[in-house]
């Protein structure tokens, strides 16, 4: 079982340009969620996803955009790419938002827009 | 927003005790998780409290006292292989999961 997959592990990208970030589950979870992670700043909530065909906005939500057309997937898009948005995106999944429903994270994206 | 607090190093000899503190300030509460990152690598979940008192789980235990917010992550025995961040993460009354910093433990020989 692969769990959770990202592409790319890394990549670079001229200020703004688009890219979306892939991410890819098969434990069937019902919940996605995409944090960044910048140091000495932790694990931010950018987008989620409870379930299939809806979203939300998390902490950190500008300059970003999500969709969940099935349970599989669920790809975060930087729609015009700036500097700050350089950092270490991960994804991860639930089967439940509740209870003891611990979060399986992805291996991450290192995203550097110059 | 939500409001987590711990401290960002320790240092402990191998073989030894940690205690990582964490504090929190959330709306809501639904549960508090510990999680281990090894450098550049992903986090992976190591406990999950709901209720108050301790969880012990091998090596690692974790308490949790929710009128107080607080919470701690004590290492046992502590291995080479124990160096790492280890993320305190909240859920709120919404369930999303809020992270603090985390503390970076680095074990000496």
């Known amino acids: 079982t692969a769990g959770i997959t990202q592409a790319p592990t890394s990549q670079i990208l001229a200020a703004g340009r688009s890219m979306t970030l892939r991410c890819t589950q098969d434990m069937r979870h019902n919940a996605m969620y995409w944090y960044r992670q910048d140091l000495g700043l932790g694990l931010r909530l950018i987008h989620y996803?409870?379930?299939?065909?809806?979203?939300g906005k998390g902490e950190v939500p500008d300059g970003y955009s999500v969709s969940r057309a099935n349970t599989d997937d669920f790809p975060l898009t930087l729609a015009s790419a700036v500097p700050s948005q350089t950092s270490v995106y991960f994804c991860?999944?639930?089967?439940?938002?509740?209870?003891?429903?611990?979060?399986?994270f992805g291996p991450g994206t290192r995203l550097t827009v110059l | 927003g939500q409001n987590i607090d711990q401290p960002t190093e320790m240092t402990a000899t191998e073989g030894a005790i940690v205690q990582i503190n964490c504090t929190y300030q959330?709306?809501?509460?639904?549960?508090l998780f510990w999680y281990q990152q090894h450098a550049g690598e992903a986090p992976t979940f190591l406990s999950y409290n709901v209720l108050d008192g301790l969880e012990e789980k091998g090596r690692f235990s974790s308490f949790l006292s929710r009128s107080k917010g607080y919470s701690y992550l004590l290492l046992k025995e502590l291995q080479m292989k124990d160096s790492a961040s280890y993320l305190c993460a909240v859920r709120d009354g919404d369930y999303k999961l809020s992270f603090g910093a985390g503390t970076t433990v680095t074990v000496r020989a």
């Open positions: 959330t709306s809501g509460f639904n549960g």
């Open positions: 996803s409870n379930t299939a065909g809806t979203t």
């Open positions: 991860a999944s639930s089967d439940s938002i509740a209870g003891g429903g611990e979060q399986f």
